[in-house]
């Protein structure tokens, strides 16, 4: 193991040590569901959960949350109560890991990063009217001015920086909302 492991590793258990202590004697909301841990693809670490009000109808609106697994933290479990929270204001969130370090490397990470990015790109050009409005929005820890530049030429809606303030994300989700219900 190379000392930036070790270094992520010690980190890392300090995070989980942390978002266990945050969510200590937490209960779930009443009216809230939570399926936690769907595994998807073949790496049993890659999973995601999915939050929702008890009462969803088909049409809900939908956050879709990616994680990276945080080189220290930021993955869908500390972003739980987040979540919830989304959902207590009548969002389904499918909230993602996809990766989990240190098992990669730092540039790999940036990689998935752009990969983002392209694949807001190759939406917009999608020769489908479906996709053409479907809002993107981009919540990133990259929260500098060139980082949103890049996020919005790509084709997204918005870019919301990490830590996201719940209030802001509703306040931009409302305003993407409010564009969309113009078409």
Known sequence: MSMMEA??????????????????????????????NIQ?????????????????KPDIPVIINIHGGGLVMGD????????????????????????????VTVFEQMQDVIDGIEA?????????????ELPIIAMTANAFEEDKREAIA???NEHIAKPVQADKLLSILSEVIRQQEKY
């Open 154 to 156: 790509a084709g997204m």
């Open 40 to 56: 998807y693809g073949e790496d049993k670490r890659q999973t995601f959960d999915m939050i929702y009000p008890t009462d969803a």
């Open 76 to 103: 869908k479990d500390f972003n739980t109560r987040f979540n919830i929270r989304m959902a207590q204001n009548g969002y389904l969130v499918i909230s993602v890991n996809y990766r989990l370090v240190p098992d």
């Open 120 to 132: 807001a790109r190759q939406i917009r050009a999608l020769d489908r009217a479906d996709v053409k």
């Open 7 to 36: 270094v992520f590793k010690k980190q890392r258990k300090a995070f989980e040590k942390q978002v266990e202590e945050q969510n200590r004697g937490y209960r779930k909301p009443q009216k809230i569901n939570i399926e936690r």
